[in-house]
């Protein structure tokens, strides 16, 4: 499993408000709310014809983290760090991700 993850300090334990920031950030782009191997996700694509785009996040006591990756049937996740394939879709999940962060930390969440 590898995934490109931020952590982020939370300055209070306001999971719901983390949560609406990244609905608001990634669901205007066409991903969408879903269980996925027992993880909530939003995603896109369909990881067989086209690469699953997926971000998430996973809260600690005093952070999130969140996370993005690229899913396929035969490679499984990939990083949006480096490599040939898939390399703008990559960079446009990373803005994302860190434009998320920049939210949080501007919210003060």
Not at 1 to 17: L, N, Y
Not at 31 to 39: C, N, R, S, T, V
Not at 54 to 72: E, I, N, P, R, Y
Request: aromatic share 6%; charged share 30%.
């Amino acid at each position: 499993m590898s995934r490109t993850t931020i952590e982020v300090e939370m300055k209070t334990k306001q999971v719901d408000d983390v949560l609406q920031v990244i609905a608001s950030k990634v669901e205007p782009l066409g991903f969408k709310k879903k269980i996925l191997d027992g993880e909530t996700v939003w995603s896109k694509g369909d990881g067989v014809i086209l690469q699953m785009q997926c971000f998430g996040a996973v809260f600690t006591d005093h952070s999130v983290l969140l996370q993005g990756w690229m899913k396929d049937a035969l490679m499984g996740e990939k990083d949006l760090e480096g490599g040939f394939m898939a390399r703008l879709p990559k960079k446009q999940m990373k803005r994302v991700l860190d434009d998320i962060s920049s939210t949080i930390q501007m919210q003060k969440l």
